[in-house]
């Protein structure tokens, strides 16, 4: 599967979850995916919990998360002691 047919599993339309980038067909946001994969579920545990959504649903939610991230610009932030 290439870029763009993950890309298209990734649906943004205001009237679900406030336009929150979902996957396709669903009310899981991306974001509420990742958190769960960044405190440790495994892609196994999603698939057995969310019934509908695939392999590629997730590997869509990392790449989506991982081209939104390449086109932000970050700044140091340094904090001033007193």
């Given at each position: 599967m290439?870029?763009?047919?993950?890309?298209?599993?990734i649906d943004c339309d205001p009237e679900i979850m406030v336009g929150k980038p979902v996957i396709k067909g669903t009310r899981l946001t991306v974001d509420f995916i990742l958190n769960l994969l960044g405190h440790g579920s495994t892609i196994e545990d999603l698939l057995a919990e969310y019934e509908g959504i695939t392999r590629e649903d997730i590997h869509a939610c990392l790449l989506f998360a991982s081209q939104s991230l390449s086109n932000t610009t970050f700044l140091p932030l340094s904090a001033e002691s007193a």
């Amino acid at each position: 599967m290439n870029e763009q047919q993950l890309l298209d599993r990734i649906d943004c339309d205001p009237e679900i979850m406030v336009g929150k980038p979902v996957i396709k067909g669903t009310r899981l946001t991306v974001d509420f995916i990742l958190n769960l994969l960044g405190h440790g579920s495994t892609i196994e545990d999603l698939l057995a919990e969310y019934e509908g959504i695939t392999r590629e649903d997730i590997h869509a939610c990392l790449l989506f998360a991982s081209q939104s991230l390449s086109n932000t610009t970050f700044l140091p932030l340094s904090a001033e002691s007193a």
